[in-house]
């Protein structure tokens, strides 16, 4: 069974900086999707990370701001979120692509982490 | 980008009504659609892809299709644990953006 286990909720001042961890077992190393939902919003799509871990790719949103890396030994995916601001403020999953291609849709969704930006 | 916008933002029916919602891609996405369900308080859950390709495990009563650029998602009848928000996104391409979103309550 895929299981993605996410790092604990965060509290940040506005300006500072936040690092996402994403743990993932039971499965083949797919791609892996970012995405985060403000409270009480919709799903926004923040980037990609292939299986090697090379080429990620962004939403033009987050151009700038926002770093994925993934350590392939052990099966995590990072994220880094600069510069943040109270818009920031959301719940984060980390969601793996539902096969090994990349046109795919989301299969997999981690748990999420809340990340509240507040001064 | 490519803009997917969903209707309507919100509906109410009864129990065993037939559900539809749309969700229109301002340019061509080949089939590349994707319905996802979110309950309230829960994570997002697949249910369809490639417009009309029903996820493992997903009642037959979900169904998906597509006319050009416009797809539908079908609730063929409505039942209680289908109260969620609906969300459609494109899955051909970065951006994979999501549609607003579509919520669907009980009358």
């Known amino acids: 069974q895929v299981q993605l286990v996410q790092s604990g909720a965060e509290v940040k001042k506005p300006g500072a900086s936040v690092k996402f961890s994403c743990k993932a077992s039971?499965?083949?190393?797919?791609?892996i999707h970012w995405v985060r939902q403000a409270p009480g919003q919709g799903l926004e799509w923040m980037g990609i990370?292939?299986?090697?871990?090379?080429?990620?790719e962004y939403a033009q949103n987050f151009q700038g701001r926002v770093t994925m890396t993934r350590d392939t030994s052990t099966s995590s995916v990072y994220m880094d979120l600069s510069n943040l601001r109270s818009e920031d403020t959301a719940l984060y999953y980390c969601?793996?692509?539902?096969?090994?291609?990349?046109?795919?849709?989301?299969?997999?969704w981690g748990q999420g982490t809340l990340v509240t930006v507040s001064s | 980008d490519i803009q997917m916008t969903q209707s309507p933002s919100s509906l109410s029916a009864s129990v065993g009504d037939r559900v539809t919602i749309t969700c229109r891609a301002s340019?061509?996405?080949?089939?590349?659609l994707a319905w996802y369900q979110q309950k309230p308080g829960k994570i997002p859950t697949l249910l369809i892809y490639?417009?009309?390709t029903l996820q493992s495990g997903v009642p037959s009563r979900f169904s998906g299709s597509q006319s050009a650029t416009n797809f539908t998602l079908t609730i063929s009848s409505l039942q209680p644990e289908d109260v969620a928000t609906y969300y459609c996104?494109?899955?051909?391409?970065?951006?994979?953006?999501f549609g607003q979103g579509t919520k669907v309550e009980i009358k």
């Open positions: 969601v793996t692509s539902l096969s090994a291609i990349r046109w795919s849709p989301f299969g997999y």
């Open positions: 039971g499965y083949s190393t797919y791609y």
């Open positions: 990370i292939d299986p090697s871990g090379y080429n990620p």
């Open positions: 340019q061509g996405i080949s089939n590349y």
């Open positions: 490639s417009a009309s």
């Open positions: 996104q494109k899955h051909n391409s970065a951006p994979w953006t």
